[in-house]
């Protein structure tokens, strides 16, 4: 396969600090640490995020915390920081190598005496060991000098909202520095320990206040090399989080930076390889493609399901560092069919958090679960409801979000029915998914207006997929997906009661179900769906068609301030029929099998010109139903800007005065789904797969991995033909639809379709 793994920068910018900050981007999950150089501060938005620790100091904005910055590391030459914000650089790379996950900088100085100084440095946020920071730097000249090399652990935090630590303890210990900071809501523990070591070039070491002056004596073309093992240590999983963290320092040491290293190639070699994406023809799509993937990985929580992936990964303190439906609709298919494993943990972290999602119900008068619109760790709403400020008037706006995005609780419905059906791992019912699935349900029952004339249930006051028009009635998006939660809870109790009757009698005891069932079944079959009208498009809610048609150049040309926002109660699009994003189009892009391919198409074409993009959840969903109804051209042109989102940096920073700046998982997912679940076509249908590809015209040959069922395949799509072939021995035949015909899978033989 022929990859470009390396995604490049040259010269030195200030106004990009902030861009490739995200960009450059590295993490596993437990914490993420922002693409900047070693010797940047708060200004230049230097922060390490960790996953799973949050906290509100008072101000009622609950975020995630920042943990000081290990790397903190600089040169000085005869009195001169050799720095980029301090000297002048002769040449200056930053280079981010995404097949091991590792950042590397190359900076040469040219001081004021004449001589060259080159700083180099590659860091990794390790797979093996996911408490490490792993880094090495090296300096050299082109003559003998003597210089400095000064590295500490950085304590002045870049925060969003205020400060998160009520202390900070320094620590020493067999060599290794360190702070233990306790937050100052829960009083949770957090340590950051590092250890030196000088592995090449002659120096001596002293301290002054916090940081390690090393004197490095250079030899003309001689690196001079010090790795440096920074361990970051949670109470989440560590009982003494100093103690913890020291002894990672230790073994990372002893097992040395070239053989953690070769341990990044492995783990995420691994990686790419259950993806499998190859696409010939098309070297810039592929490697976009795979930097998407890259990116989603990044934060993805392989080792817990206490979190999901945030709405900007584990790139700073944005959108409160919560989780949102983004996780279910958008980054979960990957997973599901990739890396069940880590799919597992992002949906049970919707069953560990059941109980907000009660609470929350109860909190507006309603029975079963309404999951929160920003979830945390704790499972309740971070959404406060002055959310966004005018910024014409400087007063707080009231948003709906956190209380009429009811299509959350269908979403995460949605997500864990196709995480089983995809995985085949109908035992997580047993864990509690059951119950989340029926709660949902119940919720939305609770919810539902019957209006007696029309005989059917309706869902007022909400808000879809598309923020900018609130508090609206009858949502296509909303009032289809609660149909399919009705339907699944109805599939849920089948199927408890066929195949665990001892689990379904308890559980109906347990959670007081046994009349509900009728109530769901009647939801299910007299909710109102709004039906293709004139031209065949499905009205997005009630009166959406008698908004002001405008086009976007119109709209735009109404701005009066940049970053003004758009969406109600008086923003420019609330009376019109720009949406801020895929709402109906996502709808059909999700449930397919529910519209004719003629109402697709007319759909996309009817909401395609009115849809401003103002999220980047949008993009990749345009791309996805145009794939899948045979437009490439248009699913290309779309899947490229979402594929390509954090490579060039074109998205909105801010939301009226909200800064919602940060990679993009959700497009990151939308990516895979596009060209896996769109381009190839596949999805799950009838106890098998269907695939359907419809290939952009570049492309030779797609190749690709799934599992289903427990049993992996790798598929290779061409213009005219698809091979598929199983994986494990093991497995049973699979049954695979492909233009409406069926055919049979089995484990020894590649099954060749033509088409
Ligand atoms: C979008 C939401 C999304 C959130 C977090 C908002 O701008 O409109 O749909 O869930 O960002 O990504």
């Known amino acids: 396969m022929c990859v470009d793994w390396c995604i490049r920068e040259e010269g030195v910018d200030e106004k990009k600090i902030e861009f490739l900050g995200n960009k450059m981007c590295i993490g596993n999950g437990y914490f993420g640490y922002r693409g900047t150089l070693e010797e940047y501060g708060k200004d230049q938005l230097a922060a390490c995020t960790v996953s799973e620790i949050f906290d509100d100091n008072g101000n009622g904005w609950r975020e995630p915390v920042n943990v000081p910055n290990g790397l903190y590391t600089w040169a000085e030459y005869a009195g001169e920081k050799l720095t980029v914000l301090d000297a002048q650089a002769e040449s200056h790379v930053q280079e981010l190598y995404i097949d091991t996950g590792t950042h590397r900088r190359e900076t040469v100085f040219a001081a004021g005496d004449g001589s060259r100084i080159k700083v180099e440095s590659e860091r990794f946020a390790s797979l093996s060991d996911l408490h490490m920071l792993v880094m090495r730097c090296q300096v050299s000249a082109d003559r003998d000098l003597e210089l400095r090399v000064c590295t500490g652990i950085d304590d002045d935090i870049w925060n969003i909202n205020g400060n998160h630590f009520a202390e900070t303890e320094i620590q020493e210990k067999d060599g290794v520095d360190g702070i233990v900071c306790r937050t100052i809501q829960d009083g949770r523990s957090v340590a950051v320990a590092a250890k030196i070591c000088i592995t090449a070039g002659a120096s001596v070491t002293d301290k002054k206040q916090d940081v390690t002056v090393i004197h490095a004596s250079l030899k003309k073309d001689v690196p001079f090399v010090m790795e440096k093992y920074t361990a970051i240590c949670k109470e989440t999983d560590c009982q003494d989080v100093w103690e913890s963290a020291?002894?990672?320092?230790?073994?990372?040491?002893?097992?040395?930076?070239?053989?953690?290293?070769?341990?990044?190639?492995?783990?995420?070699?691994?990686?790419?390889?259950?993806?499998?994406?190859?696409?010939?023809?098309?070297?810039?799509?592929?490697?976009?493609?795979l930097y998407s993937a890259y990116l989603l990985y990044s934060s993805a929580p392989a080792h817990t399901d206490r979190v999901a992936i945030p709405a900007r990964g584990l790139s700073g303190q944005v959108y409160k560092g919560a989780m949102f439906w983004d996780t279910e609709i958008y980054m979960l298919p990957m997973f599901a069919f990739c890396d069940p494993a880590i799919a597992r943990n992002l949906v049970m972290y919707r069953v560990r958090n059941l109980e907000g999602a009660r609470e929350k119900a109860a909190e507006y008068g309603y029975r079963g679960a309404f999951y929160p619109w920003e979830s945390q760790e704790n499972g309740k709403d971070g959404c406060t409801l002055y959310n966004l400020t005018d910024i014409f008037t400087g007063r707080k706006i009231r948003t709906y979000f956190r209380d009429k995005q009811i299509h959350i609780s269908a979403d995460v419905a949605y997500g864990l029915w196709k995480y089983m059906e995809v995985t085949g791992d109908k035992e997580i019912l047993l864990e509690g998914a059951a119950e989340v699935i029926l709660e949902c349900a119940r919720f939305f029952y609770s919810y539902a207006y019957y209006k007696k004339d029309k005989e059917r249930f309706e869902f007022l006051d909400v808000t879809g997929a598309d923020e900018y028009h609130e508090r609206v009635n009858n949502d296509a998006y909303t009032n289809y997906m609660i149909r399919l939660t009705a339907k699944a809870a109805l599939d849920v109790l089948d199927l408890l009661k066929r195949a665990y009757p001892d689990r379904y009698e308890e559980l109906m005891a347990e959670i007081d179900y046994r009349d509900e069932e009728e109530h769901i079944r009647d939801l299910y079959e007299n909710i109102y769906l709004p039906e293709p009208g004139a031209g065949l498009v499905i009205e997005q809610f009630d009166g959406y068609l008698k908004g002001e048609d405008l086009s976007l150049e119109e709209l735009y040309s109404r701005i009066i301030k940049p970053n003004e926002y758009l969406g109600s109660p008086t923003g420019l699009t609330v009376n019109t029929q720009i949406i801020k994003q895929a709402d109906v189009v996502l709808l059909m892009s999700l449930l397919g099998d529910a519209f004719t391919e003629k109402v697709k198409e007319k759909n996309w074409?009817?909401?395609?010109?009115?849809?401003?993009?103002?999220?980047?959840?949008?993009?990749?969903?345009?791309?996805?139903?145009?794939?899948?109804?045979?437009?490439?051209?248009?699913?290309?042109?779309?899947?490229?800007?979402?594929?390509?989102?954090?490579?060039?940096?074109?998205?909105?920073?801010?939301?009226?005065?909200?800064?919602?700046?940060?990679?993009?998982?959700?497009?990151?997912?939308?990516?895979?789904?596009?060209?896996?679940?769109?381009?190839?076509?596949?999805?799950?249908?009838?106890?098998?797969?269907?695939?359907?590809?419809?290939?952009?015209?570049?492309?030779?040959?797609?190749?690709?991995?799934?599992?289903?069922?427990?049993?992996?395949?790798?598929?290779?799509?061409?213009?005219?033909?698809?091979?598929?072939?199983?994986?494990?021995?093991?497995s049973a035949e699979l049954k695979v639809t492909c233009r409406g015909k069926e055919y049979l899978c089995t484990p020894d033989e590649s099954l060749k379709i033509t088409y």
Request: hydrophobic residues 35%; contains cysteine.
């Open 246 to 289: 020291v002894c990672c320092c230790m073994e990372s040491a002893e097992r040395g930076f070239e053989f953690l290293k070769e341990e990044q190639r492995r783990l995420w070699g691994e990686r790419y390889r259950r993806l499998g994406i190859e696409i010939k023809g098309d070297e810039e799509a592929q490697q976009a493609v």
């Open 605 to 730: 074409e009817y909401y395609e010109p009115r849809t401003e993009h103002g999220s980047s959840l949008s993009t990749c969903i345009y791309a996805l139903l145009a794939a899948q109804v045979g437009k490439t051209e248009w699913a290309y042109k779309y899947l490229m800007k979402a594929a390509k989102i954090d490579l060039t940096g074109d998205y909105k920073l801010y939301l009226g005065d909200l800064y919602i700046g940060g990679t993009h998982p959700a497009a990151n997912g939308g990516t895979w789904m596009v060209v896996v679940q769109g381009f190839a076509g596949l999805d799950v249908k009838d106890g098998g797969i269907r695939i359907d590809p419809h290939l952009p015209d570049k492309w030779e040959e797609l190749k690709f991995c799934f599992g289903y069922a427990g049993s992996r395949y790798r598929a290779a799509v061409r213009r005219r033909e698809i091979e598929i072939r199983c994986e494990s021995p093991e």
